[in-house]
């Protein structure tokens, strides 16, 4: 069987508008970082912020479950999607009604989902150990269980900073990682003059 989707354009054919867009990048890594430093100021602010956003999806992923619920009548499984659309819905208003218990859950589900990709990252770093980087796939594992512990064995303290937290990094690294390929795209164009 044929490949059905072709390559349109290659990253060599697009690099000349990537570096006239260099400017863009640059701005945007600005931002994020920006954005990262604050939440990094207000770690309560940050948790709130991410919680109120969780919110938004749930909320809006529960309203077009319910809709959807309503497309098909006629199956059998309308009941479970109008019920599932309905519970999503109510778990996003929830969030916004007590930001604070959805934190909480929220760090929960979190340090719960650390732990066990830490594990998994852990045991399958052992598994590959023909491999050249094996080791450093295992202790990749170890740190991101130590960290879902950390977060686990902290609750309740940790929970009005914990997803802040999380989310302050997020933006700064992404915001340093559009920046450095921001000015990278910058310097290569001038090399290329």
Known sequence: MAHAIERSRSLGSTFPELRAKS??????????????FLGFANLFAA???SVFYI???????????????FNIQGWRSFAFWLLSGFAYAIA????????LLAASAYTLVLAITLIAAGMLRFWVGLQSRRH???GWVAFSGVVTLLAGLVILFGRPLNTLTAPGAILAIDLTMQ???LLAFGFGLKSSALSWM
């Open 23 to 36: 400017r863009l990048f640059i701005m945007l890594g600005i931002a994020l970082l920006s954005l990262g």
């Open 47 to 49: 948790t709130v912020l």
């Open 55 to 69: 919110g938004v999806l749930m909320s809006v992923a529960g309203i077009a479950q319910v809709v959807h619920a």
């Open 92 to 99: 996003g208003i929830a969030a916004f009604h007590n930001p």
């Open 132 to 134: 050249l980087a094996w």
């Open 175 to 177: 915001g340093a990682t």
